[in-house]
């Protein structure tokens, strides 16, 4: 080896090992990313002179309206009406003691500030929209956290909560931070998630593991109905998280559901990496995930295509399987479902603004140096998305005010994370989130180009609304990359909620339309307008749209199938969901 080479070898270890260190301090956020955006904005902020005067009088009519809503409370004994109300999704203000003098004029006052910063941080000529989203993300961040309700000496409801209690609320507060502090330590999960068992009373639909790799177990569910669909149902998982989001309680459980209507159900469960699965890529993934359970389900149920289902990332991945197997003529599958999943990436929400090559990078060093993206650094990612939700308003509830948010299955499934290898990440994050290279036709598999544009296939595409994971607007892009039918559904509430909406839980509604491959496309904005609403759940919509594209009923095939090579491991939930 020559003298550089190894110098260049010496110089790539210390630099790994710098930042992998330096990001287990930021919780994997790059200082360089985070810089360069600033810096971007400060400069571009400096030579606008027409923006400083815009903010400055901004300010100027802010101070007005306080002053003027300070006076006017003072003249009418303490409240009136606000000069500035909170965004819909904001509750941290909601409670009548809000309104009395002098928390109004301190909540109203930090709002107008909220708005402010907000206008200082966005519509500046010259910066990048990642750079500009960066900014004002942060900058939210930062308010979030001073906010006055999460000071006792500013928060009344807290005060009122103190004289309730005697102060026996702060007491309760720091033993609820003790035990969190003590379950972080020990890495326990939260408090509540023992009330929630997998295989006791959540993924307790009764079924068999009849297949197992490295990577996957693969569950076939027991049949409920005496005839059924001749096409098996395949569902694809995230592998962020465990696969029983799709079979929680007996209530609310797709796959109780979908075998309830007279469906033979399968569904992957992934393993939780460790270090050594390190250089399992996103096509092992492909391989020994997608395509080991196609043939497992072609020696179980021979001679019949399969419904194929992919959630979130699994959809992603259903996605990449599905253009490959169209190229290369394999005719297996009958339709293809996406569930909140994107193959898109260029407009997939807040999760994308710290993904740039400076982000990548320092995150594939943290990676590398332990084999894995741990489970608590892709939570954190996460809660900052919904900061006011699921950081700032539980802290208040849980050591201000002393309570515990009662957990309920889907909220302990959250937090039962899953690890994910640093070849499939490192994939993940460059070939689809920076690069976008299967949308845009450059992804490969076995070395040559895949294109969504190949799957003929009818497609069910379900975006919901609230969605910070993947938008729907981002999911819609399916209408542009297939040439096939596509029906969209957009439903209510979030990625999980949204997804979780058993026809048994009320408010349920949700629009659809369907698309043949020979209409007109329509942007977003006309499709909301131009789709019918329902009422109800969207499953049921979706198990018609199903049994429109199945055969007529049969009996339903045996568990396994042993003379094929697939006989049966052991019982559901499998021996993978319970890996920690």
Known sequence: MSDDAELHQVRDALDHAAHAGLARLTGGLSPAALTAAYMDWAVHLTISPGKQVELAARAARQWTRLTQFASRCGLDGGTCEPCIEALPQDRRFAGDEWQRWPFNIIHQAFLLQQQ???????????VTNQHEAVVEFISRQILDMASPSNVVATNPVVQRRILETGGQNLVQGLRNLKDDWERIVRSKPPAGTEGFQVGRNVAVTPGEVIFRNRLIELIQYAPTTAKVRPEPVLIVPAWIMKYYILDLSPENSLVRYLTDQGFTVLMISWKNPTAEDRDLGLDDYRQLGVMAALDAINAIVPNHKVHAVGYCLGGTLLSIAAAAMARDKDERLQTVSLLAAQVDFREAGELTLFINESQVHFLEDLMRSQGYLDTRQMAGAFQLLRSNDLIWSRLVRHYLMGERTPLNDLMAWNADA??????????????????????????????????????????????????????????????????????????????????????????????????????????????????PYHEGSWWPEWTCWLAAHSSKPANPPALGAQSRGYPVLCEAPGTYVLQT
Not at 487 to 511: M, Y
């Open 116 to 126: 402010w910063w907000h206008d200082a941080t966005t519509d500046i000529d010259g």
């Open 418 to 531: 899953t690890r994910m290898p640093y070849r499939m990440h490192a994939d993940y994050l460059e070939q689809l989130f920076l690069d976008n290279d299967l949308a845009e036709g450059r992804f490969r598999v076995d070395r040559r180009p895949i294109a969504v544009s190949d799957i003929r296939v009818p497609i069910f595409a379900v975006g919901t609304e609230r969605d910070h994971v993947a938008p729907w607007r981002s999911a819609f892009k399916i209408h542009l990359l297939a040439d096939t039918d596509v029906t969209f559904l957009l439903t209510r509430e979030g990625h999980n909620a949204g997804i979780v909406a058993d026809p048994g839980r009320p408010g349920g509604r949700f629009q659809v339309l369907t698309k043949s491959a020979t209409d007109h496309y329509l942007d977003q904005d006309t499709w909301t307008r131009t789709a």
